[in-house]
């Protein structure tokens, strides 16, 4: 645990718009970021000292923990090893353990299911027989995903009829993989917490949410109609947290589905669902992330009212537009838009939820 006066530098592995995201709340805060990342000019470059080389680069981590304070990681796909590494010379948070836990679904889905958090129905399969198996144990539709580096709908194919099993095997098949039970969930909702060095533990709000591709589009919170899953939704985190004996933010997404919820994955990071928390909460999620990880006070988490995120995907409608929408933040990232990569987010604040509504559809109607 870090005292307030000594969080200073916080090293992160990786420098995408999360990063930079956390560097750019941690100014008001005297916290400085040092990055890793092997891209060329990435996201984060811009606000924080950044190395350039491979993760497995025992020099390179050597470079990125000296006059650290503490260090964290912004993406769930960093190497363990990595991770591992860096926790040698310097604290990292959350411990490499989490980044093993979420790395691989079929681990992640038995490590939700041990501490009793309802998921859908999963097997493995290692071969194009055992696919058979477990489609024979799930029944269809089914969702077939690679065990690992899958993100934003990438990794996985959707078995609705049995003709589809030889297409899906022939595309993803060289790979480990999970087969999942398809679930007519009733709407997308995700919770994001927070938990300090001392164990104190603090939610935002249950955020719904809407994806379009495989890529969320779109969030609000509180998510209407949800006290007794936000209960839920709280108790399952806690034992996650509890479990990994975890610092700092973790997203966990959820199906609501027959009136419960089953969690679909989750994230030891700050969360594209949560960038609402920027605008529309107390304290944002970067912020709450830094002051767990530095050992200081966790921030209030409640939302001012309600709020909203629409991510901008592949392309970045006119600033002055967006901005000519009443109480719209916008927050791009530096990257150059292509087709299927996010390039920043608009943030809406009003007093309820419906009082979102004109401003979402003005929003959604520029992209």
Known sequence: MIGAAQARTVGILGAGQLGRMLALAGHPLGIRCRFLDPGEDPSAGAVGECLRAPYADPAAIARLAEGLDVATFEFENVPVAAAEALAARVAVHPRPAALAAKQDRLDEKRFLRGLGVPTAP????????????????????????????????????????????????????????????????????????????????RCWPLTENVHRAGILHRSIAPATGAAALTASAERHARAVLEALDYVGVLAIEFFVHAGGLLANEMAPRVHNSGHWTQDGAV???????????????????????????????????????????????????????RPGRKV??????????????????????LL
């Not at 269809?140 to 009829?161: M, S």
Request: net charge negative; hydrophobic share 45%; aromatic share 4%.
């Open 122 to 201: 999963f097997a493995e399969v290692s071969s194009r027989a055992g696919l058979d198996a477990a489609v024979a144990q799930i029944g269809l539709p089914a969702v077939l995903k690679t065990r690992r580096d899958g993100y934003d709908g990438k990794g996985q194919a959707v078995l609705r009829v049995s003709a589809d099993l030889d297409r899906a095997w022939a595309a993803l098949g060289a790979l480990p993989l999970i087969l999942e039970g398809f679930i007519p969930f009733e709407r997308e909702c995700s919770l994001l917490a927070v938990r300090g060095h001392d164990g104190a533990i």
């Open 283 to 337: 304290t944002s999620q970067f912020e709450n992330h830094l002051r767990a990880i530095c050992g200081l006070p966790l921030g209030d988490t409640a939302v001012r009212g309600a709020a909203a995120m629409i991510n901008l995907v592949g392309t970045i409608p006119d600033p002055a537009a967006i901005l000519a929408v009443p109480g719209a933040k916008l927050h791009l990232y530096g990257k150059s838009p």
């Open 344 to 365: 920043g987010h608009v943030n809406l604040c009003a007093d309820t939820v419906a009082g979102l509504g004109d401003s979402i559809a003005r929003i959604e109607g």
